[in-house]
């Protein structure tokens, strides 16, 4: 009987397994670092969108503080404006009586009117500070959504990588690359805005 060539298959299959450990193993390699990447600006991401969410609620309660005075110039202003009319109606019913009114009267309704003026420049100045202080919340929570949907991209990305990981698909790989690149454009773009 021919001897058959003799073909060591337990090292062949070995050196196959090993290669495929080894491509296998520097697969999950980058696998893990860019997701380990991700993760570091996922983080950096969520620290930027909780600060400009923090100091858009703190504008949002200093705007709310201002409006609170802006009224309180308007209540004001409205009864300077009672006062000086109770001081026309009291001029009017000496008037009415054929009497001269007094004095007084007269010159508390011109000293109400320019207080008025005074105290609507105040309550004009305190709207305008609030509006100001608005529009730089607002400002600043159209940051945060920018940055809240970069982490949102970040975390996909990261998932994206482990089921890549687990299935060693290239292809997933990529995908959760790219995704994780949008992530840091829209991260990059609420950082230089």
Do not use: C
Request: glycine share 6%.
């Amino acid at each position: 009987m021919p001897e058959a060539p003799e073909i060591e298959t337990e090292r062949l299959h070995e050196a196959i397994h090993e290669e495929l450990e080894r491509e296998g193993g520097a697969f999950l390699r980058k696998v893990a670092l860019s997701t380990a990447l991700l993760a570091a600006l996922a983080a950096i991401a969520s620290l930027q969108a909780g600060a400009t969410v923090n100091e858009a609620l703190v504008l949002k309660a200093e705007a709310t503080r201002l409006q609170a005075e802006a009224s309180d110039q308007w209540a004001y202003y409205q009864a300077k404006g009672v006062k000086a009319a109770v001081q026309e109606a009291i001029a009017a019913s000496w008037q009415a009586a054929g009497k001269q009114a007094p004095p007084a009267a007269a010159e508390d309704v011109a000293r109400y009117a320019a207080e008025q003026k005074t105290i609507r420049a105040k309550a004009e100045e305190k709207e305008a500070e609030r509006d100001r202080v608005s529009s730089e919340a607002d400002h600043l929570l159209h940051h945060h959504h920018r940055f809240a949907g970069a982490v949102a991209l970040f975390q996909v990305a990261i998932a994206l990588g482990a089921v890549a990981a687990l299935t060693r698909h290239r292809l997933i790989w990529a995908g959760s690359v790219v995704v994780g690149l949008v992530g840091l454009v829209l991260a990059a773009i609420a950082l230089l805005a």
